[in-house]
């Protein structure tokens, strides 16, 4: 028997398990691309307002967000979906890539399920490499889904394919990467977040670089979050920039099926650090124990919160300067009320909301991973209760929630009042807690759903990413008022630039509760499941 055999039987059972997640990711970004692009076309119609906008990216703090800022000359929709989008689409992707990779290595090790099928007819080299053709095909339905969405808002196709297969590479090389973490290390977590370490680390080399030099210089050049933009795709397009992601996808390829065959199913190659021979008294409840699972997950995303908001506050001046000559910007923004810098941290601030829900999904659903790798059942015979022991997750997202939008706006808020002159501290720190009551709603619907079953749990993260789309492209895609109105956060007042509307946030707050108090009483009359 190959070392290999059974590869392309794993690949098709992964394409089985994934095709739900994989098609919500896939369609999420396609939409995200057409409106954004629809959104850009229709708020910067002229040459004019285009060039105000490339004076803003211009600035340091923008090319720390955005890229090295090729073609501000001459800023064409394409330069500018280049300068402005890609870093996030790579992030979006990299973080996809990455997670199924590790599921379909690491975490297959963890739930005991790769000892079943090493015991068939299953090559010990089979697990690493299917998972990588996994996240090859995964990524080139991304590179598809972007240089269709670009090709269909108007952009030449040639460099649209270009930038699309730059993303892709850039994903591709980070899953690699963690086939290797998969490999050295001993739990699924672990994996994921020293590749997303890794992946962190090149963003700030890529920023460094960025703002140091228009163009970027040689830190920005080591890390491959810059090579898909270094290819200058709608401004003078390069190829061989792309070359660059074989010096990382090759090694980490060759080195993950290599390790594999160098260790014991379910042990790491690194040693495992021996702990205290005494756990900590916080573990003595499920509250702590809940707490200690996820704290690395909550200083990760509040970290990476508070430093967004401090970045977009920083920026405000120059965007209210660059944005304050555009009419239909000014117009689009100030519907709802209040002056341009208002209307814009308001903006910022629904994005930021999105973000902590997206969190708010992954650690609600801690609850339905414990349960189905079976370790629920042990906190469960120690006498804990059902509902104490799934309160104890959702009591640790609501507080990390909480805080993750006072450090965002309080960031945010700092920020803004040195870029602006103004004070603005106060106003939009209450601008992020006000959507408090709107990510309540996320926690409660997963709540329902974990009280359901742990595989309707997963339709959570389809809630969160309707949501998303709604809220950044639905009014660009004229989806209708009922439809935005799913969405809890469309129902928030924009804050700062208006007064509280009460009644939207206490009904929130009630729907909150009720949602996930019927998910309680579900879970205390289901039979619990494990894999």
């Known amino acids: 028997m190959s070392s290999y055999t059974g590869t392309v039987e794993l690949v098709r059972l992964g394409l089985r398990a994934d095709r739900i997640r994989l098609t919500v990711w896939i369609v999420a970004l396609f939409l995200y691309q057409v409106g954004s692009t629809a959104s850009v076309r229709s708020v910067y119609a002229t040459a004019e307002d285009r060039q105000a906008r490339a004076q803003l990216i211009a600035s340091p703090t923008a090319s720390l967000l955005a890229g090295p800022g090729y073609g501000l000359d001459d800023y064409t929709f394409g330069a ?101 973490m998969a490999q050295l290390t001993e739990h699924a977590s672990t994996a994921t977040g020293w590749t997303l370490v890794l992946a962190a680390t090149a963003f700030a080399l890529r920023a460094l670089g960025d703002t140091r030099r228009r163009g970027g210089d040689a830190w920005s050049w080591a890390s491959p979050f810059a090579w898909a933009q270094q290819t200058r795709p709608f401004v003078d397009m390069r190829v061989w920039p792309l070359g660059l992601f074989l010096l990382v996808i090759v090694p980490a390829c060759v080195a993950a099926v290599a390790l594999s065959t160098r260790r014991d199913v379910g042990a790491g190659v690194l040693p495992v650090r021996v702990g205290p021979a005494h756990a900590s008294s916080m573990l003595a409840g499920p509250v702590g124990l809940a707490w200690r699972l996820q704290r690395a997950s909550v200083a990760g995303w509040t970290a990476a919160l508070g430093l967004a908001g401090a970045a977009f506050g920083g920026v405000l001046g120059a965007a209210r300067d660059s944005l304050s000559g ?7 923004l100030q519907r709802a009320g209040g002056s341009l810098t208002d209307a814009f941290s308001a903006t910022i601030l629904s994005i930021l909301a999105l973000a902590v829900g997206a969190f708010a999904v992954t650690s609600s659903l801690r609850a339905a991973s414990e349960e189905t790798a079976g370790r629920a059942d042990t906190v469960l015979t120690t006498g804990v209760s059902r509902t104490r022991w799934i309160w104890s997750t959702l009591s640790v997202t609501i507080v990390a929630s909480g805080v993750m939008l006072a450090v965002g706006g309080l960031a945010m808020g700092i920020t803004a009042t040195a870029s602006t002159g103004d004070p603005m501290t106060g106003s939009v720190l209450a601008g992020a807690l006000v959507f408090f009551p709107a990510v ?11 009280g359901i079953s742990p595989d309707a749990a997963r339709l959570t993260g389809v809630v969160m990413t309707y949501c998303a789309i709604v809220g950044i492209v639905g009014v660009i ?22 007064s509280v509307s009460w009644a939207p946030l206490i009904v929130l707050v009630v729907l909150a509760v009720v949602t996930a108090s019927v998910g309680t009483a579900a879970l205390e009359r289901r039979d619990m499941r494990s894999n």
């Open 80 to 180: 500018m979906f280049e300068n402005e989008q890609v870093q996030y689409l790579i992030v979006a992707v990299v973080v996809l890539t990455v997670s199924l990779v590790v599921r379909h290595t690491r975490k297959e090790e963890e739930t005991g399920r790769a000892e079943v099928l090493r015991a068939t007819v299953v090559g010990s080299r089979a697990m690493p490499a299917a998972a990588l053709i996994l996240a090859a095909v995964a990524d080139v339905l991304v590179v598809i889904a972007t240089t269709a969405a670009l090709a269909i808002s108007g952009l030449a196709v040639g460099p649209s394919f270009v930038l699309a297969v730059g993303i892709g590479l850039t994903a591709f090389a980070f899953g690699s990467l963690a086939a290797v």
């Open 477 to 498: 895609l004229r989806v209708p008022q009922w439809l935005l109105d799913l969405s809890p956060f469309q129902h928030i007042s924009r804050l700062p630039g208006s």
């Open 440 to 450: 309540l709603v996320i926690v409660g619907a997963a709540a329902l759903l974990v």
């Open 326 to 332: 555009n009419t239909t910007v000014t117009d689009l």
